[in-house]
């Protein structure tokens, strides 16, 4: 939800279910990681798809190697190989299409590879969600692979683990919008989730707490935008509840994400270099770390 001009009112969503026939699941093997798995099982089990395991075993980071160090990666590799077998084995996936991916090099490069290569709908991970030093390290090779990737990402932020052996739900789903056509781009998935679980659809707008203006009439504008724009179709089985909040972006987000206890939050986002180009805030990232839910990222298609 970074801001951005509307797009025009005449543009409306396709309303139809969208299809996971192969997930791609990857982790780095730590606790943060692991704690994705249920949700890339359980999507893979309602949509009956493929799910791939992969880890990307990440090079040194000197140039200049000496041959003594071979010997370190292969074990290394092989260590990954090890354990991702080990992941293929468990009783979770034994009723579920599974294989393996290993790849070797930077990472989101080696997943963006991935998700070409096998025709990939969805890539679910995890992220440590750390500021500062760490969010470079660690939590900014997340957000690269989201605001590259060629199909919607599901990351689990840190603040899931407290949520995990719950059974995997969706009965709150919160789409937060700015009207603007990378916000559209989640629209169609916000609606297929809702449709294919039978959730509650919140359809958020946050407005600068400076804009002096009523919140009513603010609200009554933005629904007559939004009838303009969703199917009348999805009315029976989804009348999105639409919510105007004043406020910063990502913390409101968050706030009416805890208020209405949504299981999902999903989100428009921009590619690198349009983020860098209309130097606008980072709402994606303290979205993603910051919520109880996971995060779906969608950017629109090229």
Not at 63 to 69: D, F, H, N, T, W
Not at 232 to 259: N, Q
């Amino acid at each position: 939800m970074e801001k951005t001009k509307a797009v025009p009112t005449h543009e409306q969503i396709a309303a139809k279910p969208i299809k996971l026939k192969k997930i791609l699941w990857t982790t780095d093997f730590s606790h943060a990681s692991q704690a994705s798995l249920p949700q890339a099982i359980a999507l893979a089990r309602r949509y009956e798809s493929r799910l791939f395991l992969a880890h990307v075993v990440v090079p040194h980071p000197y140039p200049m190697v000496s041959p003594e160090a071979a010997p370190y990666v292969e074990t290394l590799r092989q260590g990954s190989s090890r354990q991702l077998e080990s992941i293929a084995e468990s009783a979770e996936l034994r009723e579920i299409p599974h294989e393996i991916l290993l790849g070797h090099g930077e990472v989101a490069e080696e997943l963006k590879a991935m998700v070409s290569d096998h025709e990939i709908d969805l890539l679910v991970l995890a992220t440590h969600g750390r500021r500062g030093l760490r969010h470079f390290l660690l939590g900014s090779v997340a957000e690269e692979i989201w605001r590259t990737a060629e199909c919607p990402v599901l990351t689990v932020g840190p603040r899931v683990l407290e949520r995990q052996g719950e059974d995997v739900a969706l009965r709150q789903i919160l789409y937060p919008t700015d009207l603007s056509g990378e916000s559209f781009a989640a629209a169609p998935f916000a609606l297929s989730f809702a449709l294919e679980y039978g959730s509650r659809l919140t359809v958020l707008h946050v407005v600068p707490a400076a804009i002096r203006a009523s919140s009513r009439l603010l609200a009554r504008a933005f629904r007559d935008e939004l009838q303009e724009i969703f199917p009348p179709e999805t009315v029976p089985w989804c009348e999105p509840d639409c919510l105007v909040e004043s406020g910063e972006p990502a913390e409101t987000i968050l706030k009416i994400a805890s208020e209405r206890e949504a299981d999902l939050i999903v989100l428009g986002v921009r590619s690198p270099e349009a983020l860098a180009k209309q130097h606008i805030s980072n709402v994606a990232y303290p979205v993603v770390a910051g919520a109880d839910c996971p995060v779906l990222t969608v950017r629109p298609t090229t």
